[in-house]
């Protein structure tokens, strides 16, 4: 399964999607709107501004980094910011749950408008991996790409009763 964010005006929708259908929604409408092109007809793209692996890295240093995304933001008003966060081959229960909560604290803490962010989970990779993607108005959403089979992932704690905690540097 794969979530998929998509975005239309005002609204945000959020679909859970077999991984073999992914490839129909890369970068089409759904909503049978034209996709807006470039002079040169290639479809507008969202830009990856960062890329990295969670366990290489520090809170505060994850942190200056959700900070240059919003920057970024800041620059373009009518865009807005995917976070794709991706859990690794070894993944604790409620991994990626906490990370995404983390990240909401983060940008409460950091009085940044909540609205113009989009946090989704998106599967597993060799690394746990976060993504900070900026996609201007009439860009195609970021897909997640996941490369990771969910029965290559080992699976360690108990369900539902060891809590993850994500850390981030706001006090």
Not at 32 to 60: C, H, M, P, Y
Not at 112 to 126: H, M, Q, V
Not at 149 to 160: A, I, N, P, Y
């Amino acid at each position: 399964m794969l979530f998929v964010a998509v975005k239309s005006k005002k609204l945000i929708f959020l679909f859970v999607l077999p991984i073999n259908f992914v490839f129909l929604l890369a970068c089409q409408n759904l909503f049978g709107q034209q996709v807006s092109k470039l002079k040169n007809s290639e479809t507008l793209k969202a830009e990856l501004i960062d890329s990295f692996q969670r366990d290489a890295i520090s809170s505060e240093d994850a942190d200056s980094r959700i900070d240059n995304l919003s920057f970024q933001l800041s620059k373009h008003p009518n865009s807005s910011a995917f976070v794709i966060i991706y859990c690794g081959k070894v993944c604790s229960y409620g991994e990626i749950e906490a990370h995404l909560r983390g990240i909401e604290n983060t940008l409460t803490y950091k009085k940044l408008d909540k609205k113009r962010f989009i946090i989704i989970s998106g599967g597993f990779r060799e690394q746990a991996t976060s993504e900070l993607w900026l996609v201007r108005e009439n860009d195609c959403p970021p897909t997640p790409t996941s490369t990771v089979k969910v029965s290559e992932v080992k699976f360690k704690g108990m369900f539902k009763r060891k809590m993850v905690i994500y850390h981030f540097s706001g006090a």
